[in-house]
């Protein structure tokens, strides 16, 4: 059983930073994607990042050039620069196998105009 758990959300200004992070603990593999996702009230969960054992990164477009996603299978950060109030929402880490995957309990981002 993998356990993961994010931290370092909060509520912040328009153009402000903020670094989140995943602790993961428990039975881990070493080839895995790694990846922060989000979900605004109303909306799906979508994808923000993610990171593979061998250190490719995928960003979605809304987040490129402010968001930087690092780490490896124990810990793993979201960087995110420039915030804007449309990225107000819960932040969620996954981790992912291939033959099994987990999620955190999420954080809450909010960005204020």
């Known amino acids: 059983q993998v356990q993961l758990v994010e931290s370092g959300g909060g509520l912040v200004q328009a153009g402000d930073s903020l670094r989140l992070s995943c602790a993961v603990s428990?039975?881990?593999?070493?080839?895995?994607?790694m990846g922060w996702y989000r979900q605004a009230p109303g909306k799906q969960r979508e994808l923000v990042a993610t990171?593979?054992?061998?250190?490719n990164t995928n960003y979605a477009d809304s987040v490129k050039g402010r968001f930087t996603i690092s780490g490896d299978k124990t810990t793993v950060y979201l960087q995110m620069n420039s915030l804007k109030p449309e990225d107000t929402a819960v932040y969620y880490c996954?981790?992912?196998?291939?033959?099994?995957?987990?999620w955190g309990q999420g954080t809450q981002v909010t960005v204020s105009s």
């Open positions: 990171v593979t054992s061998g250190g």
């Open positions: 428990g039975r881990t593999f070493n080839s895995y994607y």
């Open positions: 996954n981790i992912d196998f291939g033959f099994f995957e987990s």
